[in-house]
């Protein structure tokens, strides 16, 4: 049972244009949203949360947005840079102590 | 402040053998979780724990996993007689228990 879904498995993108990531999740329990960048043979690492209190959370280039009607959540990365290619997961989880569940990932492919 | 330290990075072990992997926490985390990553799939959750408490274990298969987090030392993730589905990549997670989690390296097992 995939509760939180990530459709696009992949995405390519010029460098300095805008990714748009997405995310879909099933659980409306579920009130903390995270986004993990990987790169091959590393760890996930932590990019940028949510909390559903909030539609809109911005650091730096990376922008996410919930839309908690919908279920759907989105980073935007601006401008995308070639260091920024790497798989994308998406999380969520239900309350504070609760496990992160995770989305399949996109890779995104920056092309100079 | 040292990140999430797992190890070993790589093990080889042959089918029927016992697979020990380790993961330290970060200073100050009291939560640890424990995730599988099959080759092009994404992050399936496996374990949740906290100090001497197993909170959510029910991504663990029911039978040779088993993991723990003593009061003192690293929390470990145990495979009894593994075999050649077992190879993966094992990733550790710890947290506050609020907010976001942070990723060690990973440790990939071969089962040969």
């Known amino acids: 049972d995939q509760q939180v879904k990530q459709n696009s498995p992949s995405l390519s993108v010029q460098e300095g244009r805008i990714s748009i990531l997405n995310c879909d999740y099933t659980?409306?329990?579920?009130?903390?949203f995270l986004w993990y960048k990987k790169y091959p043979a590393e760890g996930p690492t932590f990019l940028i949360s949510?909390?559903?209190?909030?539609d809109k959370n911005e650091d730096g280039r990376f922008t996410v947005f919930l839309n908690k009607s919908a279920k759907h959540l989105s980073l935007h990365i601006v401008p995308s840079q070639p260091g920024d290619s790497a798989v994308y997961f998406c999380a969520a989880k239900t309350d504070s102590w609760g496990k992160f569940q995770f989305g399949a990932g996109t890779q995104v492919v920056v092309t100079p | 402040n040292a990140g999430v330290m797992q190890n070993p990075r790589h093990l080889v072990r042959r089918r029927g053998q016992e697979a020990r992997l380790r993961c330290s926490p970060m200073k100050g985390h009291s939560h640890v979780y424990w995730y599988r990553q099959l080759p092009e799939e994404g992050l399936k959750f496996m374990v949740y724990?906290?100090?001497?408490?197993?909170?959510?274990e029910s991504g663990m298969p029911k039978e040779r996993f088993s993991a723990e987090f003593p009061k003192e030392g690293p929390s470990i993730l145990r495979i009894q007689q593994v075999v050649r589905g077992d190879s993966a990549a094992y990733f550790c997670?710890?947290?506050?228990?609020?907010?976001?989690?942070?990723f060690g390296q990973g440790t990939r097992l071969t089962v040969v």
């Open positions: 949510i909390s559903s209190i909030k």
């Open positions: 659980n409306s329990m579920f009130d903390y």
């Open positions: 724990l906290q100090k001497e408490n197993i909170i959510d």
């Open positions: 997670a710890s947290s506050t228990g609020q907010g976001e989690a942070f």
